[in-house]
């Protein structure tokens, strides 16, 4: 079964500090992944694709097809990356994104 | 970049009554559009894949009767939330794939519709 796993509701950290937001897929072909950033009050939008391996607002994430994971990571928070964090899958020919439950991340002063 | 908007952006209606949403892709063709519904404080949960031209295709328990799609051109599909009920309020998101995006899933999203029944 195609699945997306955001073990954690809340991240809560310090401006300056490291972040990790996790993420695990279930997808038994080859994966498509992406982070979406929803902002207070804002539409969602496109953070990072995992096939582009940029790095987007200082964020970086990795696929790591033997953990099944795309974990999202920042070295330094800022207060302005407050935000819910969605990873999601692409399912191939379906066309689908699958989403995960979110992450919502407070960066505190 | 891609843009994506949605009319209308918030909407009040009298349970019984039908109510259309409008999702357009101002700047680029979209065979496949997306809806999706959102509770408060929840992920996205798909409803249904809208393909240009073609029926739309709905996700297991989303009752198509209820939710009418219609995707007439490239850049406009509609959702009817018909016979609505305060059960059905929620906010409503539509996405659109972009036909010439390197990325085959790649998705836009609207802002969003908040809908109320009362």
């Known amino acids: 079964a195609q699945r997306v796993t955001q073990p954690e509701k809340l991240l809560s950290v310090f401006k300056g500090a490291p972040v990790e937001l996790k993420c695990n897929y279930s997808y038994s072909g080859s994966p498509e992944l992406f982070w979406y950033v929803q902002y207070s009050r804002q539409r969602l939008q496109l953070l990072l694709r995992h096939i582009s391996r940029e790095s987007i607002k200082g964020f970086t994430a990795d696929l790591n097809k033997g953990e099944t994971s795309f974990h999202l990571k920042k070295p330094f928070a800022q207060e302005e990356d407050s935000a819910m964090y969605y990873c999601a899958l692409g399912s191939g020919g379906y066309n689908k994104l699958i989403f995960g439950a979110g992450t919502r991340l407070a960066v505190h002063p | 970049g891609a843009v994506v908007s949605q009319h209308p952006s918030w909407v009040i209606c009298k349970s019984g009554t039908s109510v259309k949403i409008e999702c357009r892709s101002l700047?680029?063709?979209?065979?496949?559009m997306f809806w999706y519904r959102q509770f408060p404080k929840q992920s996205l949960m798909l409803m249904a894949t809208?393909?240009?031209?073609?029926?739309?295709?709905?996700e297991q328990g989303v009752e198509k009767d209820k939710f009418l799609i219609n995707h007439a051109s490239l850049t406009l599909s509609t959702l009817t939330v018909t016979s609505a009920h305060p059960e059905d309020s929620s906010f409503y998101i539509c996405?659109?794939?972009?036909?010439?995006?390197?990325?085959?899933?790649?998705?836009?999203f609207g802002p969003g519709t908040r809908l109320t029944v009362l």
């Open positions: 809208s393909n240009e031209g073609s029926k739309a295709t709905y």
């Open positions: 700047d680029f063709q979209a065979t496949t």
């Open positions: 996405s659109a794939r972009d036909r010439t995006s390197a990325s085959y899933n790649e998705q836009f």
